[in-house]
């Protein structure tokens, strides 16, 4: 089992920038992968961004390619989001996952993520 708690979210205006954090507890950390996904109100969550276990892979979603970078420090059991360039577009509840299902898998599913934050409020005014 793992635990996961995300923080770093905040209110922020367009073209701005914030950095979420994962602290993962629980299960050794850095044997499997870790993602970032999103839920805007009335929206179905979707996939931000994964890093696999060492981190020399990472995936983004089309729509924050070039603004936002994934990373974790296994050392400290962290996994970050770095998000520049705000948009208005980007406001939604951020979330946390582990995949611990497949370690060597790096998915972009949700459906493929079996450990869950509760999520921190980013929100973008324009």
């Known amino acids: 089992q793992v635990q996961l708690v995300e923080s770093g979210g905040g209110l922020v205006q367009a073209g701005g920038s914030l950095r979420l954090s994962c602290a993962a507890s629980?299960?050794?950390?850095?044997?499997?992968?870790m993602g970032w996904f999103r839920q805007a109100p009335g929206k179905e969550r979707e996939f931000v961004a994964t890093?696999?276990?060492?981190?020399?892979?990472?995936y983004y979603a089309d729509s924050v390619k070039g603004r936002f970078t994934i990373s974790r420090d296994n050392a400290k059991n962290m996994v970050y989001l770095q998000m520049n360039s705000l948009k208005p577009e980007d406001t939604a509840v951020y979330f946390c996952?582990?995949?611990?299902?497949?370690?060597?898998?790096?998915?972009?599913?949700?459906?493929?993520?079996?450990?869950w934050g509760q999520g921190t409020q980013v929100t973008v005014s324009s």
């Open positions: 890093i696999s276990w060492s981190g020399g892979t990472a």
């Open positions: 996952a582990a995949d611990l299902s497949h370690p060597l898998r790096v998915a972009v599913r949700s459906s493929e993520y079996d450990h």
């Open positions: 629980g299960r050794t950390f850095g044997r499997y992968a």
